[in-house]
């Protein structure tokens, strides 16, 4: 019995040899015959990893200035974000790049969140403030009034403005009218209402989509 045994174990081992002598210098393959799991892509940087729910682009991508004009004053510009999974909403985040000190209507400039139908399910209080304060020219974190548990599914953040001039926010640098890749209204990326508000509608007819003047693909987080 016992030599058998030995016989057993000698006979692995050159079985075990001759597998490694023909893994030697190839890939995908292990000391005992079988596959040795590739390596997965490469790994993308998600917004958990920089603390927040989502956003609508990595932020890295976000560089040129973007500045709604007196022209679309009162005019609604819409982003769409996707939220992968059910989460409690507490603030938004936007890039600003430009204060405007002077020139903004007070009580009349807020940012909103409305569902994929077009219902505001959350606002903002008046942006002026920071719209106007220079020290604020970095990404702002600003709470919703009322926090909103959100499903999975598409949402619009929207900026109203008002006033002889607005503040200029990040957008991406290579993005045009082609970053909504012909979606018709109801289902564009990134889109304007004219409206000539004062304040943020109840509810937003979708259908009124059109590209914004001048192009808006700005940069947006939720947490």
């Known amino acids: 019995m016992r030599v058998r045994a030995i016989a057993r174990v000698r006979r692995t ?3 075990l040899g001759a597998v490694a002598l023909l ?4 890939t995908g393959c292990s000391a005992t015959g079988g596959k040795v799991a590739q390596a997965g892509p490469p790994p993308v940087w998600q917004p958990a990893d920089q603390g927040l729910i989502t956003w609508n682009y990595d932020p890295s991508n976000a560089g040129t200035t973007w500045n709604p004009t007196a022209r679309t004053n009162g005019c609604l510009f819409l982003t769409a974000v996707l939220l992968r999974s059910p989460a409690t909403l507490t603030h938004v985040l936007y890039g600003l790049s430009g204060a405007q000190p002077s020139g903004l209507t ?3 400039n807020r940012i909103g969140l409305y569902s994929a139908t077009g219902t505001l399910l959350a606002q903002t209080a008046d942006q002026t403030p920071i719209w106007s304060d220079p020290a604020r020219q970095k990404v702002n974190e600003v709470p919703w009034t009322t926090p909103r548990h959100a499903a999975a599914g598409r949402y619009y953040v929207v900026f109203l403005y008002n006033g002889v001039t607005s503040g200029l926010n990040f957008k991406a640098s290579g993005a045009g009218p082609t970053a909504n890749a012909g979606a018709p209204p109801g289902l564009m990326r990134y889109s304007m209402i004219r409206a000539g508000a004062a304040e943020l509608p109840a509810r937003l007819d979708l259908r009124r ?6 192009f808006n693909s700005q940069w947006i987080g939720l947490n």
């Open 13 to 15: 081992a050159v079985a």
């Open 209 to 214: 989509q059109v590209t914004p003047l001048p």
């Open 106 to 108: 007070p009580g009349r």
């Open 23 to 26: 893994c030697a210098g190839s």
